[in-house]
């Protein structure tokens, strides 16, 4: 079993930054691929960003491409986002995710964490 627990989100204007955290515990953070999802009002689930377990590549959806950046610490057993020159439609709940042994972001992740809200006003 692998827990999940973001922080980070609030409430921020146009332009500006945020960075969520997400600590995972449980089974090997090393034996996974871990990445970022939202969900606005209204709209279906998307990954934003995801970093593979064994190729430690980085993928971006289009909309955040050049604007966020996923890391991770294995020793701190942490996966972050950076999350520059914010738009509001970037405004949703982000969660994050865990695959075991994946290196792209899958339809349904093996867990996802309860999620932190990012709300950014214009």
């Known amino acids: 079993q692998v827990e999940l627990v973001e922080s980070g989100g609030g409430l921020v204007q146009a332009g500006g930054s945020l960075r969520l955290s997400c600590l995972h515990s449980?089974?090997?953070?090393?034996?996974?691929?871990h990445g970022w999802l939202r969900q606005a009002p209204g709209k279906a689930p998307e990954f934003v960003a995801f970093?593979?377990?064994?190729?430690?590549?980085?993928t971006y959806a289009d909309s955040v491409k050049g604007r966020f950046t996923i890391s991770r610490d294995s020793a701190k057993r942490t996966v972050y986002l950076q999350m520059n020159d914010l738009k509001p439609d970037d405004t949703a709940i982000y969660y994050c995710?865990?695959?075991?042994?994946?290196?792209?972001?899958?339809?349904?992740?093996?867990?996802r964490g309860q999620g932190t809200q990012v709300t950014v006003s214009s």
């Open positions: 995710a865990a695959q075991f042994r994946g290196d792209s972001p899958p339809r349904t992740p093996d867990y």
């Open positions: 449980g089974r090997a953070f090393v034996n996974y691929g």
């Open positions: 970093i593979g377990w064994s190729t430690d590549r980085s």
